[in-house]
């Protein structure tokens, strides 16, 4: 396993949600990812709830690879931070056990006050230090 900076990470990880230019975020994206990465999410129940009444299913919850994981990037920031509205911030607790780290991130008004959401991320790290799993609870 590479020696992993942690927060650097994090601070990269949450970086990439917030990045307004299309190109350093599809960038950023192949520097945290590995080629063949998943992202799965596990938003709150009505957003299942509503998916489920479209007709969605499950899989619409999990991005693989880079194009995948590229375009959900860059819907989040679309539709939170490009506004100027939220920005994403890690709450700073990172840890980390072997190859698995996990930390608390906020969306937050970019002018201040409570974070209008929070998440626990759980990422699976392959021995080159690439994000090859992540997990994301959306908790409030």
């Known amino acids: 396993m590479a020696d992993?900076?942690?927060?650097?990470?994090?601070?990269?990880?949450?970086?990439?949600?917030n990045e307004p230019d299309a190109e350093r975020r599809r960038a950023a994206v192949r520097e945290l990812w590995s080629a063949d990465a998943v992202h799965v999410l596990q938003p709150p129940q009505e957003i299942l709830d509503a998916a489920e009444g479209l007709g969605f299913d499950r899989l619409l919850?999990?991005?693989?690879?880079?194009?995948?994981?590229?375009?959900?990037?860059?819907?989040?920031?679309?539709?939170?931070?490009?506004?100027?509205?939220?920005?994403?911030?890690?709450?700073?607790?990172?840890?980390?056990?072997?190859?698995?780290v996990k930390f608390n991130w906020e969306m937050a008004p970019r002018d201040g006050g409570e974070a209008a959401g929070v998440g626990l991320e759980v990422l699976v790290l392959g021995s080159d230090g690439l994000i090859v799993s992540d997990y994301q609870f959306i908790e409030g």
């Open 4 to 17: 992993i900076d942690i927060q650097d990470l994090t601070d990269r990880y949450v970086a990439v949600w």
């Open 61 to 100: 919850l999990e991005a693989r690879g880079h194009h995948a994981l590229d375009f959900r990037v860059s819907r989040a920031h679309e539709e939170f931070v490009a506004s100027g509205a939220f920005v994403f911030r890690s709450r700073g607790n990172a840890g980390r056990l072997h190859d698995i």
